[in-house]
């Protein structure tokens, strides 16, 4: 008979993570309340050190090997799968930089198993994080609050990647960008029907290197808002259409209200300008709002296309 019992898989993204990878992997609970299996994925994406042999040597169940690097976004699509193939329940992602405490993995994982969300996120206490500067701690509460703005996701602390997942998320969730998947993973939760939460963490006083997608910060912002913007743009298409057909159309309006005031006014003399550029406008909003029709539709079609992959995903990465 199979065992039926909840299995937790954690999920490890590594790229030459050779001297950190021991740290990280001797603070991992051993059990945890409701989970009666425990087992680690190291998903190494095109490490040059020797990250496996590391993995290996010290026990790791589970490595998935990218053979080069494909960023940490597709890193955590792959691992997802695999979690899921291999027969998990519940997965919980986790840096190998030593930032996020192990512990409080049970804290991540009691709304899934209480059924009140497909994904949690790990706030972290960021106005008391020293080695932050002011200046980071402004940004990063601003980008929350637009990530949470697009996404509906009451998370306060959205670049986070200390998260867990149950196995609907596992196989519904689609990341397009390769650059981080945080941002994206959760305006893409709504887009595909999943419930998102956030509970406090704790973080750790040392970390053993240098964030790798923070090389400077106005890189990591400029990054990461071009990352929000097609995010927004590819699930909410006709929505910004639809808004700039309506912007042009007013203005439209208003050059055609302006023509018909001094048309009544001076007996019809002048102010033809008004009324060509108003044509124009016009016929501007009139083509947004057929593309905007148009991208409702593709939206549709692809939710019908997700539900589908969802479908053949439960199929291909079934339990074992």
């Not at 590594?14 to 009666?36: H, M, W």
């Not at 390769?178 to 406090?200: C, F, H, K, M, N």
Request: hydrophobic share 45%.
């Amino acid at each position: 008979m199979a065992d039926a019992s909840p299995k937790l898989i954690i999920l490890i993204p590594c790229l030459n993570e050779e001297r950190t990878l021991p740290v990280t992997l001797a603070a991992l609970p051993r059990s945890a309340p409701g989970v009666s299996r425990i087992e680690t994925l190291v998903v190494n994406d095109g490490s040059t050190d020797a990250t496996v042999d590391t993995a290996r040597r010290l026990g790791v169940e589970h490595i998935l090997d990218l053979n080069r690097r494909q960023g940490l976004a597709r890193a955590f699509q792959a691992g997802l799968l695999e979690a899921a193939r291999l027969g998990a329940d519940y997965a919980v992602v986790l840096d190998a930089d030593n930032q996020y405490n192990a512990a409080d993995i049970p804290l991540l994982l009691e709304p899934l198993e209480r059924g009140e969300a497909d994904i949690v996120v790990g706030e972290r206490p960021i106005d008391s994080i020293d080695s932050f500067s002011p200046v980071k701690k402004l940004l990063q509460r601003l980008g929350s609050w637009v990530v949470r703005r697009l996404s509906g996701a009451p998370v306060r602390d959205t670049p986070s990647g200390f998260r867990s997942y149950n196995r609907r998320a596992m196989l519904r969730l689609i990341i397009f960008d390769d650059y981080t998947y945080t941002q994206e993973s959760l305006i893409a939760a709504r887009e595909a029907g999943l419930r998102v939460v956030g509970v406090p963490i704790r973080i750790n006083p040392e970390v053993l290197r240098e964030s790798r997608l923070i090389k400077s910060l106005a890189g990591y912002v400029a990054r990461s808002a071009l990352t929000i913007f097609r995010s927004y743009l590819l699930y909410n298409t006709a929505g910004l259409l639809a808004a700039l057909g309506a912007a042009l159309g007013l203005a439209g309006l208003a050059g055609v209200g302006r023509f018909l005031y001094y048309f009544v006014v001076n007996g019809g003399a002048g102010h033809v300008q008004s009324l060509v550029l108003s044509a124009v406008l016009l016929t501007a909003a009139m083509l947004l709002f057929i593309l905007a029709v148009v991208s409702e539709v593709l939206r549709a079609n692809r939710r019908l296309l997700q539900m589908t992959l969802a479908e053949l995903r439960e199929q291909r990465y079934g339990r074992p």
